[in-house]
């Protein structure tokens, strides 16, 4: 078992950046891969970025590519999603998963809420 929590959301102007935050406790996180989700209003959840446990390998949202950057620190059992030139369209509750590869969310946290908004 693998518990998550979000935090670092919040609200930014457009252009700004905001750095998420992913805590996990319980299993060993190492063993993980773990991601980044986020979901808008009256849209399906979809992917952000993901990044193997041993974090040779991120893939991204082609929405997010060179503006947003998923990493990790195993000894701190963190992963983060710094996020720079955000926009209106970057809105919504970002969710942080872990699961047994890339694309295979097997946790999930609560979600932090990100709104980008002049």
């Known amino acids: 078992q693998v518990q998550l929590v979000e935090s670092g959301g919040g609200l930014v102007q457009p252009g700004g950046s905001l750095r998420l935050s992913c805590a996990a406790s319980g299993s060993i996180l190492s063993l993980y891969a773990m991601g980044w989700y986020r979901q808008a209003p009256g849209k399906q959840r979809e992917l952000v970025a993901v990044?193997?446990?041993?974090?040779?390998?991120?893939k991204y949202a082609d929405s997010v590519k060179d503006r947003f950057t998923i990493s990790r620190d195993n000894a701190k059992r963190t992963a983060y999603l710094q996020m720079n030139t955000l926009k209106p369209e970057d809105t919504a509750v970002y969710y942080c998963?872990?699961?047994?590869?890339?694309?295979?969310?097997?946790?999930w946290g609560r979600g932090t809420q990100v709104t980008v908004s002049s």
């Open positions: 998963s872990a699961g047994p590869s890339l694309l295979v969310a097997a946790y």
């Open positions: 990044i193997s446990s041993s974090a040779r390998t991120t």
